[in-house]
């Protein structure tokens, strides 16, 4: 009888410890997976306000037009040019500047980028080309000296006081605005990219004046008046995705630091172009919206705030496009491009004659 109730009992105990253990699965699976924030997140489509909850465009047409501002900005990042660059001196015109996110240490990655799409060599256009670079925080480090003889050999290089890692990115392409709205405001359009990337600049040249000579006069305008008429440009490869809510994922995003279930549309920041027009919005627009960490969303966003809607270009690649002429004919750009050997190579193959 006695071993029969125990029996009983080993039971109960294993199918109550089976119950914790599927308990804990589920939990653990539900908190890896994010999926509550799936489950809590706002409509984008319906909900849609991040801050400033105010009429951005209309504070960038203060700013464009020199009136008093109505709203304090939210958003100017603390920190300083330590080199400066004369490209855009004495420059009346600039048809194309490029403007390269590049790594402290990736001095192979410029080097081979001199040598291929940024040898500023453009018969009959006008283009030049400037690197952005952090700092590591330390004094003299061996790479910050390399940098320091990179830059008085080249002149191309703007080198600014903040850490220099993938999370400082936004810091990185909004203080590069800022140079190219502070010093080279008068470039037709402004190519941003990052330094592993192949360019075609002549057919990035040749998509601009074709889309110029075909578009309509009231084509990315604003409906604000005066300063903010004309081409508002922003283009590259489009995203529409929604954000990652897996919990150890690196572009994990949490409902704290942004809950809406979509995130606006975007243009990969691997390679994206804006003109003139676009750029000086979008710089001043980014004043009065919250930073967020990632560069390519954050642009987005002030985007949609600005009322500049990305358009998508199929000739930019945000992964390796494999290489042959037929297919490289007409590509503006293309990614992963880590081999210095294999840019300057295709480079070569596609210019020459």
Not at 148 to 164: C, G, L, P, V, W
Not at 173 to 190: G, P, Q
Not at 223 to 245: C, I, K, N
């Amino acid at each position: 009888m006695h071993l029969r109730q125990l029996s009983k009992y080993l039971k109960k105990k294993r199918k109550y410890f089976k119950c914790i253990v599927c308990a804990i699965v589920l939990w653990c699976t539900y908190d890896y997976f994010g999926i509550g924030d799936y489950l809590h997140a706002s409509s984008f489509k319906n909900d849609f306000h991040y801050p400033l909850d105010v009429d951005v465009r209309e504070l960038v047409n203060e700013v464009l037009t020199n009136q008093k501002l109505t709203v304090t900005p939210i958003n100017y990042y603390p920190y300083s040019f330590l080199s400066n660059s004369g490209k855009c001196s004495n420059v009346e015109k600039i048809d194309l500047m490029i403007v390269v996110k590049s790594a402290m240490d990736h001095f192979g990655h410029r080097d081979a980028i001199r040598k291929t799409y940024g040898n500023e060599d453009v018969p009959g256009r006008t283009v030049k080309i400037l690197f952005f670079l952090g700092v590591d925080g330390k004094t003299k480090s061996d790479v910050q000296r390399q940098i320091d003889r990179e830059m008085a050999e080249f002149h191309d290089i703007i080198q600014m006081d903040f850490i220099d890692y993938y999370y400082n990115n936004t810091i990185k392409t909004m203080m590069s605005f800022r140079w190219v709205y502070e010093h080279c405001a008068h470039a037709d359009h402004y190519l941003f990219t990052d330094d592993d990337m192949y360019i075609s600049v002549n057919n990035l040249l040749s998509y601009l004046y074709e889309r110029d000579a075909t578009r309509t006069p009231a084509a990315g305008s604003l409906d604000s008046p005066g300063e903010l008429q004309g081409d508002l440009l922003f283009t590259g490869y489009v995203f529409h995705s929604a954000p990652q809510r897996f919990r150890f994922s690196k572009w994990r995003v949490s409902l704290e630091e942004y809950r809406w279930d979509r995130w606006p549309d975007y243009v990969t920041a691997a390679a994206y172009v804006v003109s003139n027009k676009a750029m000086r919005v979008m710089y001043i627009g980014s004043m009065f919206v919250k930073h967020f960490r990632f560069d390519d969303i954050y642009l987005g966003i002030v985007a949609k705030k600005v009322g500049i809607t990305p358009e998508h270009c199929p000739l930019f690649y945000f992964h390796k496009k494999p290489f042959s002429r037929d297919d490289y004919e007409d590509l503006i750009a293309s990614h992963g491009y880590q081999d210095h050997e294999e840019l300057i190579r295709v480079w070569h193959e596609m210019n020459s004659k």
